[in-house]
């Protein structure tokens, strides 16, 4: 691990957690690492694991508005590691830059966000006028079956209400500051295996080829225009993202064609709307087929408001730059957040490396986050003049 006499606590911290190798599900003691800084400023710490999954519940404050970081120690595999300049989890410094898998998503994040809190935590634990909290988990990269929807789970049974939350995702897009996330489209998949009747190729009559057939359906398909969009999202878009058939042989006409499709869907198309399409079309080419659909988030939006405006007050005070609102992008633990607080945002480092090889993210500008967070929890928690779920 490179050092620097002149290194910040965030950049410190970035490299103890992306020296673990915590690819999903293992967290590898990050989230103890979090809990040991943060208990010693006074915040409650909670463990709470669900099959293999560690997750961190740790507050400071009973009152509300109660403001939640929520963020991830899981990463990525790293792919093939002599590809990588740096080894992965060496978290060298090369250049002003921190290397490693899961510097930008999003364990640099992480360390602005844990920084942020100690020094609120220091300076206006006995002032504050609410709760500050982390929600951290290790599944957000995997099934995300076990993590921060568990969590959420766990809170609303005791009582605990969440009034505004910021995902530490990668949503700056040139330079950070640039982007906020408010929103995100919903995600909908689906397994579609075409049936047909295995045979040789020199007898065709005596077969059904599954592929011949479900080519036209998938022409069709791939044609339908869903949705322009709105003023908040992007148009809903699909891909197919896996088709194989066959037994390896040039001379075997298959007797399945079994592809996967995925969605990414604006309000403006339903997954019921969508389902409806989907299947009508496999009826009208009279396809044989067995499906399985996979709604795997919904859609949400955050209006612009107190949380909006204060995050971009926060960027603005520290690196001078008006960000604006997006929905665009994949999906985030935002998803199982949204349905329980009306106020729920996306912001971090600028996302150019994320699950690539030599994943990297810039030193000062996870210095910046940590002091944009920091800014945020003051504007939150120190006027009175917030109220939760506005």
């Not at 204060?310 to 633990?333: E, H, P, R, W, Y």
């Amino acid at each position: 691990m490179t050092t620097s006499g002149s290194q910040s606590p965030t950049i410190e911290l970035a490299q103890q957690l992306i020296s673990r190798p915590s690819v999903t599900p293992l967290d590898e003691g990050c989230q103890q690492l979090i809990a040991d800084r943060l208990s010693k400023v006074g915040f409650k710490v909670e463990h709470m694991p669900f099959g293999d999954v560690s997750n961190l519940w740790i507050r400071l404050g009973d009152t509300a508005p109660l403001v939640v970081y929520a963020g991830h120690t899981d990463v990525v595999p790293t792919g093939d590691e002599a590809q990588w300049t740096h080894p992965p989890f060496s978290a060298k410094l090369v250049d002003g830059n921190i290397m490693g898998r899961g510097a930008a998503d999003m364990k640099g994040s992480v360390a602005a966000a844990v920084v942020a809190c100690e020094n609120f935590a220091m300076q206006h634990a006995q002032d504050m006028k609410g709760s500050l909290a982390m929600l951290i988990t290790s599944d957000e990269e995997g099934p995300a079956i076990d993590g921060t929807v568990k969590v959420i789970n766990t809170l609303q049974a005791r009582g605990e209400t969440i009034d505004y939350c910021v995902v530490g995702e990668p949503t700056s897009t040139n330079e950070l500051g640039d982007f906020i996330k408010n929103g995100r489209r919903g995600s909908l998949g689906l397994s579609l295996t075409i049936h047909g009747t295995q045979g040789h190729v020199a007898y065709p009559h005596l077969a059904d080829n599954p592929v011949h057939r479900a080519l036209p359906f998938l022409n069709e398909l791939i044609e339908v225009k869903w949705d322009e969009g709105d003023a908040n999202f992007p148009p809903t878009t699909l891909q197919l993202s896996n088709a194989n058939a066959g037994t390896g042989a040039t001379n075997v006409i298959p007797s399945d064609f079994h592809i996967e499709l995925n969605l990414r869907y604006s309000p403006a198309s339903p997954a019921t709307h969508i389902k409806s399409t989907i299947e009508k079309l496999i009826a009208k080419h009279e396809l044989k087929f067995t499906l399985q659909w996979k709604d795997s988030a919904q859609p949400f939006i955050t209006e612009p408001g107190s949380l909006t405006q204060s995050m971009q007050q926060a960027i603005k005070a520290v690196t001078g730059k008006t960000a604006g609102l997006n929905t665009g992008g994949g999906t985030s633990d935002g998803r199982f957040i949204a349905p329980v607080c009306k106020q729920v945002i996306e912001f971090g480092p600028t996302n150019a490396t994320i699950h690539q090889i030599n994943e990297h993210t810039n030193c000062e500008d996870l210095n910046s986050l940590t002091a944009i967070f920091e800014n945020l929890f003051e504007q939150l928690l120190l006027s009175g003049e917030h109220h939760g779920n506005a």
